[in-house]
Structure formats: structure tokens, C-alpha cells
């Protein structure tokens, strides 16, 4: 293992933390020159460590038994990572038993057999096994885009009148998060009952029964930087070998690089893999396809929101990403649907897909039910939610917004910064 951290050129220092406690004497890992050095204290010449992680003891243990994904650790660690975070990402890498590779970059490829906006379910599903992402055009009508898009901005627009709002996408933080759209307009479970969710969702993952990991739209906005490139089953700890999560991303606007389109690598989902700096696109292509397509990629390719360099306007998207029933959900329903939603709105799909359902798929069974399950009834205790909040939509105001930074304040302008997800 030793060796292996030779390509780090640098020194590191690691703590081990338990609890409350934590061990005053750290390791220094002394990688400046050949052979790698295990120290017990602080160089002599004074060198500062590149970077600084603090981790518990099963943390590393699950490392080098290849139980965690290395970002996560970096991200999640006991006390927040210093320094250098690419470098303390392929420094958990390194730790694991298979080490990634650099994914294949955009100039390796051949730009013209990458998938492309196509009404033939077939070659999406062609493209989506080959490539780790496919692109269904016309997926929604001009009507059902228009309705989306006008309920997305005004629930945007009442969500930062409420002080609720979420925002991202670098130090201005320009654009805007809406959580558990389960809770945010009809037009929203409308499009749960998409004929396309079963098409592909259940061939893909394996499963009759999948579940929503969580229902929310991304609106990104001109100032937006690029996202922290991701796979959205990193965090879920089943590795790369199996998908277990497929994203139905629904283009409510025209994508395009210039919007900040998702950036992907393809064919990253199939391989082992990990970008060398994920706070860079630097190697990927930009998603770019016309409003109402369905761009539909699976778990464990490596993507983010791309850097929006308009002057103008918004990129919104719903973003629907469904899970194997053995994954919890990241949004969880028995806590964050509201009365209203649960009682008037939800159909039984609905509460199946919210993980609201005994058994296979959901909380797990009960007195012997466990094939069919049956729906859960929450106790209604003091708790709130945001729900639907509407207000109309003005471009000039979300451009003063972001100009005079007036959204610094917002109950939840700050949710991105955890975990240096917002670096």
C-alpha cells in the first residue's frame, strides 16, 4: 500500500477518531520522496501536510476491505477534510484492495457514436447499457413541458418568498434546489405515472418494486459553477459492480453546453474509474439535447451540473431518481410528505414509489406480509414540511437576486456547504 501512495508526491496527515475522542498523536504519511515514510509525528523540516483527514477506525477499515466508496469517506469524514481534496480523494483510493483509473476522457472518444435524442426506446436502452446514459426525445409533450417548467419557477419563486429555498452552484450560490416535489403540485405526481418510469426502470434495475431516492428539480442559473462530479450510488455503499440506481432527468428547457447541460463521462459507468479531480469538468461532454427529452443515466456514472455561462435565463430539470428496494431512500417519506399530499394526493403507486409499502419493496414487513405489503399509516405528530408554495415567476427579480446576493440569508442557502459539497 506504501508504494502505492508514491504518485502522491506530497505528505498527509491522518487522525483517528472515535466518538468523542480523539487520538492526540496523528500519522504522517511521508510520500515526497522514495521510499513512502510512516511517521509518528511531524516531519522535521517543517513541511506542512497537503492535506488533513480525520477519519474513525471502521472508516479506514472499510477502505481496505473495499466496503466504501473513497469520495464519500473524504466528504463524510469525522471532522471536516483540509486541504487538498482531489488529492485526499486518490489518497482513499489508493487505500482501497482496486485502485481506479482515470475515466476515458472526451478527446479519447469518438464523439459521433455517443448516444444522441432518439424516439427509438430500443437504442435508448442500446445506449443506456453502452454508454450509461440515453436520451429520449419528445419523452414530454410542449403542454406537459410548459406546465412543469411554470410550476417548477413558481414553486421556486414561493419557496425563496418563504425563506425555505435552497441554493448552490459555487460562492453566489446562483442556483436553486426544490426538495420532495412529492409535496409540491399535482403536476408532479402527474408525472410519476409516465409510461416511460416502467419501461425502463424495472428492466434496468432488476426489480418489479423500485423505489424513489428522492423527487426534486435542479434549476441552474447563469454564475453557476460546475457541480463536484458524482455517481449517485457512491453514497449508497454497493460499489460498481451492480447498478442500483437509474436517474430519469426531465429537460424542461433546451440543454446545451453554454446552460450548464450535465457534464458526463460516458462509459464511466462500466468501469472502474474515478475522476482525478472532481471539481473540474475538465474531459467530460455536455449533455445537450431540446426541451421534453428524458435524459435517463444510471448510477454509476460519473456526471454534474455544468458551468452556466449565460447571461439570461434558467436550466430547470426534474430530476427522478428511482433505486433497487434493498436502497433506502434518501428522501424519506414517513417524515417529509405532508398531510395534505398523503390524504388527497398520493395514488397507491404514489405511496409504493415513497417507500410507504411493507414488504419487498419500502419500511420491511409485517405480521407475515411481505410479497404484496401493505401501505403504512404515519402518527400525526407536531412536525411541518414545505409543501406547495407558489408565487410568480420574474426573471429580473432572480437575476437581482443573484447580482446583490439578497438569497444569503435563506433558511437554507447554506445545506450545500456540508461536507465541502459546495467547494
Known sequence: MYLAFQEL???AKVTFAEGDFTD????????????????????????????????????????????????????????PTKGDYPLAIRFADLITPNPTDAPTTKDELNLDELPKPTEDIE???????????????NALTPEQVAILKKGAQ??????????????????KKPNQ???????????????????????????????????????NINIAR?????????????????GRTKPCALNISWLLCDFTEKNGGTRIFP???????????????????????????????????????????????ERPCVLSLFTHPAVRPKENALLSLSWEAEDELLSERHKSLAALRT?????????????????????RDDFTTVGKLRAPHDDAEVAKMIETGSHANNAQSAVREAGGLDK
Request: charged content about 25%; proline content about 7%.
Open 9 to 11: 508526491k506530497v505528505l
Open 24 to 79: 492526540p498523536d496523528p500519522v504522517y504519511i511521508d510520500a515526497r520522496s522514495s521510499p513512502v515514510k510512516l511517521l509518528d509525528s511531524a516531519p522535521t523540516d517543517g513541511a506542512e501536510p497537503a492535506f488533513e483527514l480525520t477519519w474513525r477506525p471502521e472508516r479506514f477499515e472499510d477502505l481496505v476491505e473495499g466496503r466504501d466508496d473513497p469520495q464519500t469517506t473524504v466528504f463524510m469524514s469525522a471532522v
Open 123 to 137: 437504442q435508448v436502452k442500446r445506449d443506456l447499457r453502452k454508454w450509461g446514459y440515453g436520451l429520449m426525445k
Open 154 to 171: 413558481e414553486q421556486a419563486a414561493g419557496e425563496r418568498n418563504a425563506g425555505v429555498a435552497t441554493f448552490d452552484g459555487g460562492p
Open 177 to 215: 434546489r426544490i426538495w420532495n416535489i412529492f409535496n409540491k403540485g399535482e403536476e408532479f405526481l402527474d408525472l410519476l405515472n409516465h409510461p416511460l418510469i416502467d419501461e425502463v426502470v424495472p428492466w434496468y434495475l432488476g426489480c418489479n418494486n423500485p423505489l424513489l431516492w428522492s423527487y
Open 222 to 238: 447563469p454564475g453557476g459553477m460546475p457541480q463536484v462530479l458524482h455517481w449517485d450510488q457512491g453514497i449508497m455503499g454497493h
Open 267 to 313: 462509459g464511466s459507468h462500466n468501469k472502474n474509474v474515478r475522476p482525478r479531480n472532481v471539481f473540474t469538468s475538465e474531459g467530460t461532454i455536455a449533455c445537450e439535447a431540446p426541451a421534453g427529452t428524458a435524459m435517463i443515466f444510471e448510477g454509476r456514472i460519473w456526471h454534474g451540473t455544468g458551468r452556466n455561462t449565460e447571461t439570461s435565463g
Open 359 to 379: 414488504g419487498q419493496a419500502g419500511v420491511g414487513g409485517a405480521l407475515g406480509e411481505a410479497r404484496q405489503g401493505i401501505i403504512v399509516k404515519r402518527p
